[in-house]
């Protein structure tokens, strides 16, 4: 037992030598397959990580002017910073290195932004023309504009050409400056009307007797921005209205959408709202006379009182003739004074009546009428109607296994939604408002496909990455299974080791074979112990050094268990000795 214990060594250390003297064992050929494997395997990886690998490069410039493109490749070059370009002017760098080219870049006053400003001023030649010094304020101020122009978000790039007639003494012969400016809008981007209105007036303010409908600004597709004709249609309807009337809509159904999203969520409500404006203008006057009534007194608006007074005294009167000169007729009825003309009723002279009275007293009185005068001016754009239609989704219910199902709404529920999109947009009977709720199952609310449906899908689009990886993995696979692993596990293999008899003989045996003396363990093996064995066959030297080395072995074995049941004390510090020694 010492003696096993002072010569044990790890098994790992033992796997490990026993590994490289098999590998140096092996022959040159197998030798260099497997380093070239072990090699190719690498590079795979490696080719692998590298071409999935993102590039590390961010945009340092881009929409750059051919001349200013050149400028900035030439002083990357000199800084000794990669670079990559890109369509549309479009300068890459690594991501590193971003911001300190640009600083680099921008104190060398690159790039210049496509075109000049009033820096054109700064180097004026000593005796230049008049012509050409107005040409260069002309050119200062169109590169001015366009890199003003530029800073709107829209704005890719600007051109700006700008037309200043020369001045004349005469005033009814000068003529109007006039401005083209050419704009190339980014990809999916547009100018409103105010945005375009904007540059029209940024342009006409800058120049000088330029006025803004002067101005002409063209997209890079040749269209008309700058165009002020009627803002009516050709239909005869206003822009302006038919934006008011999207708006209005539109508020509508970001109300009723907005509250059913809540409950159904998002994306299982859609509502679309028709809107009727009215965009006439209208103005009423009206005047209503009403008669006066108790108990309000009348008021009196003028009164007119005309008397006729006579002294009693009948004289002849009328034309001269015969009829006026004959005597009066008997009277047919009695004569009666006039009201308020009794005797000794004062007249309006002051005067008392006598007593014939007056003759004649006319009196007129005018009296004020209750009149009211309205003047009504109806407002522009009234709400006539509303036309409110509204699709809810099917919910999503489970069934008896569980499942989520499509399951349509109650009828009373369809009711609740009605009511809700009825107090949401502000239904109004009289007014003619309408609102039909459906409930139906949306298209992208169907069953989800299957695993396969989505696996051939998933293949079908990616078939040339999957084309790929499957080309490469089956190369890795290759390297490992056919050339790798043959090799490692002949490597690996355990090594022949000589078995030590009794008497210190070296015996011809592997340890741990599995063909050789399975019946050689005690009595009952098949070889048999005699010197003929089973069947008279005289026993061969190998196995009978097994079976004597086994015989030993276990009597070993039985004689350290009887020590151990003899004196535990012992063996107890025997294995602690075992597992503090280094070896």
Not at 83 to 93: D, E, F, K, P, T
Not at 172 to 198: C, F, H, I, K, N
Not at 281 to 289: D, G, H, P
Not at 315 to 344: D, K
């Amino acid at each position: 037992m010492a003696d096993l214990v002072e010569n044990a060594t790890p098994a790992w250390r033992n796997r490990l030598n026993e590994a490289t003297d098999r590998f140096k064992a092996l022959p040159a050929n197998k030798k260099v397959v497997f380093l070239g494997a072990l090699a190719a395997l690498f590079a795979v990886i490696v080719g692998a990580a590298v071409l999935n690998r993102t590039p590390s490069y961010r945009v340092l410039f881009s929409n750059l002017a051919d001349r200013d493109g050149g400028q900035v490749v030439a002083s990357l070059q000199q800084m000794n910073i990669p670079y990559q370009l890109g369509a549309g002017g479009v300068i890459s760098v690594p991501a590193e290195n971003v911001y300190d080219a640009r600083l680099k870049l921008a104190a060398q006053g690159l790039p210049k932004a496509g075109g000049v400003g009033f820096e054109l001023m700064d180097n004026q030649k000593f005796g230049i023309s008049q012509f050409a010094e107005q040409v260069n304020y002309q050119r200062a101020i169109e590169g001015e504009l366009a890199k003003t122009i530029e800073s709107v978000a829209a704005v890719e790039s600007a051109r700006v050409h700008i037309a200043i007639p020369k001045q004349s003494v005469f005033v009814r012969e000068q003529d109007p400056s006039t401005a083209s400016v050419m704009l190339s809008l980014y990809a999916g981007r547009v100018l409103d009307s105010g945005q375009v209105a904007g540059i029209v007036h940024l342009v006409s303010s800058s120049v000088p007797g330029l006025q803004a409908k002067n101005v002409t600004i063209v997209d890079q597709d040749g269209n008309l921005l700058s165009q002020q004709p009627d803002t009516t249609n050709s239909a005869g309807l206003d822009q302006h209205q038919l934006g008011y009337v999207h708006q209005v809509e539109d508020s509508y159904v970001k109300r009723i959408e907005a509250i059913l999203e809540p409950v159904f969520g998002k994306g299982n409500a859609r509502a679309q709202v028709t809107a009727t404006m009215d965009f006439s203008e209208v103005e009423q006057t009206s005047e209503t006379f009403r008669p006066n009534s108790s108990p309000n007194p009348s008021a009196t608006r003028s009164q007119q009182i005309v008397e006729k007074l006579g002294n009693g005294s009948t004289q002849p009167s009328g034309v001269p003739g015969a009829l006026s000169n004959q005597p009066p007729g008997a009277a047919s009825a009695p004569i009666t004074l006039p009201p308020g003309a009794a005797p000794g009723t004062q007249t309006l002279s002051g005067q008392a009546m006598g007593q014939n009275g007056a003759l004649e007293r006319d009196i007129t009185t005018n009296y004020e009428v209750d009149k009211t005068i309205q003047h009504t001016t109806l407002p522009k754009g009234a709400l006539k109607r509303l036309s409110a239609a509204v699709v809810v989704n099917y919910r999503n219910m489970p069934d008896r296994t569980g499942q989520l199902k499509p399951t349509p709404l109650t009828a009373q529920e369809v009711q609740q939604i009605n009511n809700l999109v009825k107090e949401a947009m502000g239904y109004n009977a009289p007014r003619g408002d309408t609102v039909n709720v459906v409930n139906a199952a949306f298209a992208d609310s169907a069953p989800h496909a299957t695993m396969q449906e989505k696996v051939a899908d998933y293949v079908t689009a990616n078939l040339t990455q999957i084309i790929k990886y499957a080309l490469l993995g089956i190369a890795v696979l290759y390297l490992l299974f056919g050339v790798v692993r043959p090799v490692m596990r002949e490597v690996m293999k355990p090594k022949p080791v000589p078995l030590v008899g009794p008497e210190g003989g070296r015996l011809l045996a592997v340890a741990g074979d599995e063909d050789e003396g399975e019946g050689a363990a005690g009595d009952g093996g098949k070889g048999g112990t005699g010197p003929g064995g089973e069947g008279g066959e005289p026993e061969s030297p190998q196995t009978a050094a097994k079976t004597a080395l086994r015989k030993h072995y276990a009597n070993n074995l039985e004689a350290a268990r009887d020590a151990v049941k003899t004196d535990p004390r012992m063996a107890a510090q025997i294995i602690k000795e075992w597992i503090s020694s280094d070896e």
